[in-house]
């Protein structure tokens, strides 16, 4: 699977907006884009995934680069609960079906 | 909402002992997973099942471990001889679709501590 590259942290103020970034310079066409969170003491959490145009669902947004080489999570605003280590993993078509994490990025909320 | 639970929350385990981890995964869920999280490092996938049989396995998933679905509800994990390595967050997923489009919804965990 190709490589993310997101910051190893970000803090965020609550009810706020707050935008994750995530790099895929390596991103091939048939790459899907998937986040996921981890809640301290808790079990990965699926979020939201895409593959070139932008998603909405009940928890965030998904902005995708035009040349798809970035992505940037948005939660439209952010709470307590929303304090996580989020992963933006890619995933082939046609590859593994197992996730690989990295180290992904915590995101503190502050009240 | 469904959900995938874990049971025990805690084993607390001797070295050599064997132990089982039990996973309920979603009741229409077909493929099923099992990762660990080594305290304080990344989430490690450890094997993939489906149609009563592994589709995927780590590096980690040595002889000493083994799953199986013992019924139409519970998805187990053994390991047969414990190592102090072992002790880990044991994280069981399911997934109704295969595929790179489709998410995998996980447990709460297992906490595991050989000693």
């Known amino acids: 699977d190709a490589k993310t590259t997101q910051p190893n942290s970000m803090e965020s103020n609550e009810e706020e907006p707050v935008h994750l970034p995530c790099n895929h310079s390596t991103i091939s066409g048939t790459d899907y884009i998937h986040w996921y969170r981890q809640l301290p003491s808790q079990g990965p959490e699926y979020v939201i995934h895409?593959?070139?145009s932008n998603v909405n669902n009940r928890m965030a947004s998904l902005a995708i680069a035009e040349d798809r080489k970035s992505s940037t999570l948005i939660l439209h605003r952010a709470t307590l609960r929303d304090a996580a280590v989020y992963y933006c993993i890619l995933r082939g078509a046609g590859g593994s079906e197992k996730l690989v994490f990295g180290k992904g990025m915590k995101l503190t909320v502050n009240p | 909402e469904p959900e995938v639970t874990q049971t025990p929350s805690h084993q607390v385990t001797q070295m050599g002992q064997e132990v089982i981890l039990r996973c309920v995964p979603i009741?229409?869920?077909?493929?099923f997973y099992w990762y660990r999280q080594i305290l304080g490092q990344k989430v490690e996938f450890l094997v993939s099942?489906?149609?009563?049989?592994?589709?995927?396995k780590s590096e980690i998933f040595d002889d000493q471990f083994s799953v199986e679905r013992p019924d139409g509800s519970n998805f187990t994990l053994k390991i047969r001889s414990t190592k102090l390595e072992d002790s880990a967050m044991y994280f069981c997923?399911?997934?109704?679709?295969?595929?790179?489009?489709?998410?995998?919804?996980f447990g709460p965990g297992t906490r595991l501590t050989v000693t």
């Open positions: 009741s229409n869920h077909l493929y």
């Open positions: 997923a399911s997934s109704d679709r295969s595929g790179t489009s489709y998410e995998q919804y």
């Open positions: 099942f489906y149609n009563n049989e592994i589709s995927e």
């Open positions: 895409g593959l070139t």
